[in-house]
């Protein structure tokens, strides 16, 4: 069954704690992209990579990290300098960069 | 400025109506636009490429002005189904990378 994996969906972190977010891949992409989405607003570029063991920062990288080891993962870490990590955050692929995304279903990120 | 930049609504409307909503870029070299649909705490879906010489699916027509820098979506005959919030996208002014509008917001009432 082809498509992106987003796991957990729920996620619920504690003060001062990292948190990684899973995004797994099996359509064969380059491009892996994660985007936070806030209520009521848009989605806002965290970090991409376009290709394996390469990455490049989005709009709002700070408080975030990611690695791109292999195709077909790219997770991301919510650290504990996000002061503000509450959010939806989705995953999405694409063939190359600036085609049309495909995404995961997303991982809703809580503050205990 | 935003790079793309959407009326956030919401456009109330009854079933069978016809609605369109405009999104604004201002990467002029922008070659990629697309319309996303989202429900609510979804992920979004693609639901049409944008092409320069505009394109149709069903009940959905896009639509590119390069002159005025604005691309469109036109929903005609409006089912209950089609409330969502549709996203525009185009590409960055810097980066290889495409840009989101915030949204808007589409209801459609019995």
């Known amino acids: 069954d082809g498509g992106i994996t987003q796991s957990p969906k729920y996620l619920f972190r504690k003060e001062g704690q990292n948190v990684t977010l899973s995004c797994e891949q099996n359509l064969n992409h380059d491009a892996m992209y994660w985007y936070r989405q806030d209520p009521g607003q848009g989605l806002r570029l965290i970090y991409y990579?376009?290709?394996?063991?390469?990455?490049q920062k989005g709009d709002i990288a700070e408080g975030y990290s990611v690695s791109r080891e292999k195709k077909e993962s790219f997770p991301l870490t919510v650290t504990s300098a996000q002061k503000n990590p509450t959010a939806f955050y989705l995953c999405?692929?694409?063939?190359?960069?600036?085609?049309?995304?495909?995404f995961g279903s997303g991982t809703q990120l809580s503050v205990l | 400025r935003k790079e793309v930049e959407q009326d956030p609504g919401p456009f109330n409307v009854p079933e069978g109506a016809t609605v369109a909503f405009n999104c604004t870029y201002s990467?002029?070299?922008?070659?990629?636009f697309f319309w996303y649909r989202q429900d609510c705490r979804k992920e979004p879906k693609l639901l049409m490429s944008v092409y320069s010489s505009g394109n149709e699916d069903g009940r959905f027509t896009a639509q590119l002005n390069r002159a005025s820098q604005y691309i469109s979506l036109l929903i005609r005959d409006s089912k209950l189904s089609d409330s969502a919030t549709y996203l525009c996208?185009?590409?960055?002014?810097?980066?290889?990378?495409?840009?989101f509008g915030a949204g808007t917001i589409l209801r459609v009432k019995s």
């Open positions: 990579s376009q290709i394996v063991n390469d990455f």
């Open positions: 996208v185009g590409e960055a002014s810097y980066g290889n990378k495409l840009v």
């Open positions: 990467n002029s070299a922008s070659q990629s």
């Open positions: 999405a692929t694409s063939g190359q960069a600036n085609e049309k995304l495909f």
